[in-house]
């Protein structure tokens, strides 16, 4: 687990993650999670999107992304009414509808310029430490989709796929099994 910033992120459950969307201090930041949570992206992929990359489905762009290849991610219901809640708070904050080159997650007093990872990750500890949330990171939202993922069956490769890994041994460093699921995986 993340102590002091050392060590892994903690893996959410759906409860702590529901948690964490309801405590967010404002719409801004329920989207950014929600993008986060249901898309594994990472805090410089996410704070990166503009309006033009949410179209259907979210498009993290190969310069932003760690490995340099461009991801799509489809849309679940939940991030789509998240998005709409933040539409109509960015629209009310920034006096227009936002254009398709405009920042989805802009830095304050600016449109175009992203929201930095330093604020992002300040309002995201503040969040959890009111929620007595610990070993949290905002490469939380990654490892606990990755792990949720892997834990209702889904195939290795559909995991990887959809984190943007580019071995499955990377993959490998996010997951982590209890000691009930390796005492179940010898016959115990």
Not at 40 to 69: P, Y
Not at 123 to 137: D, F, I, K, P
Not at 145 to 157: F, N, T
Request: net charge positive; charged share 20%; hydrophobic share 40%.
């Amino acid at each position: 687990m993340k102590n002091d910033r050392h060590g892994k992120a903690a893996a959410l459950t759906e409860d702590q993650l529901d948690a964490l969307q309801a405590a967010a201090p404002s719409p801004r930041y329920a989207c950014l999670w929600a993008i986060q949570r249901w898309t594994a992206a990472r805090i410089s992929e996410a704070l990166a999107l503009t309006w033009a990359d949410i179209n259907g489905v979210v498009t993290f762009r190969r310069a932003s992304t760690k490995t340099k290849t461009t991801r799509q991610v489809p849309i679940v219901h939940a991030l789509r009414e998240a998005l709409a809640v933040y539409r109509t708070a960015w629209e009310a904050e920034h006096g227009h509808p936002p254009a398709s080159t405009e920042a989805l997650f802009p830095a304050a007093g600016s449109t175009t310029t992203p929201q930095t990872r330093q604020a992002a990750d300040k309002a995201l500890r503040a969040t959890c430490a009111r929620l007595g949330l610990q070993g949290v990171s905002t490469h939380s939202f990654r490892r606990s989709l990755a792990q949720s993922a892997v834990g209702r069956g889904v195939p290795l490769h559909v995991v990887q796929k959809l984190t943007g890994h580019k071995s499955l041994g990377s993959l490998g460093e996010y997951l982590s099994a209890t000691d009930a699921e390796v005492l179940a995986a010898i016959g115990g």
